[in-house]
């Protein structure tokens, strides 16, 4: 069973920035894809980014430009650099990674999950 384990949540101001952070406890599945999705209460979950084995990124449109994905193999973690943060991005933010070295947007494709952290950004 792999642990996720997420750090970097909290309170900001809108137009804040704040850097989430997920490492993975077994070290082979840093080879797989690792993504991050949020989920707000009552709402779904939604996708956020994803980075693949390989360094491709995708984005949700709604982060596009403003997010950050990106991962050290070697610490078995993926960062989430969040900029210029808006009231609509608080949420609860979940990393993921799966079995599997290519990107996916849909949270079905992902085996672990963290705990999830809470991003708040007031207005």
């Known amino acids: 069973q792999v642990q996720l384990a997420e750090s970097g949540g909290g309170l900001v101001q809108a137009g804040g920035s704040l850097r989430l952070s997920c490492t993975a406890s077994d070290p082979t599945f840093s080879a797989g894809a690792m993504a991050w999705f949020r989920q707000v209460s009552g709402k779904e979950r939604e996708f956020v980014a994803t980075?693949?084995?390989?360094?491709?990124?995708y984005y949700a449109d709604s982060v596009k430009g403003r997010f950050t994905i990106s991962r050290d193999n070697a610490k078995n973690t993926v960062y989430l650099q969040m900029s210029s943060l808006e009231p609509e991005d608080t949420a609860v933010y979940y990393c993921?990674?799966?079995?599997?070295?290519?990107?996916?947007?849909?949270?079905?494709?992902?085996?672990?999950w963290g705990q999830g952290t809470q991003v708040t950004v007031s207005s």
């Open positions: 993921a990674i799966r079995n599997n070295p290519y990107a996916t947007v849909w949270g079905h494709d992902y085996d672990y």
């Open positions: 980075i693949s084995r390989g360094n491709s990124v």
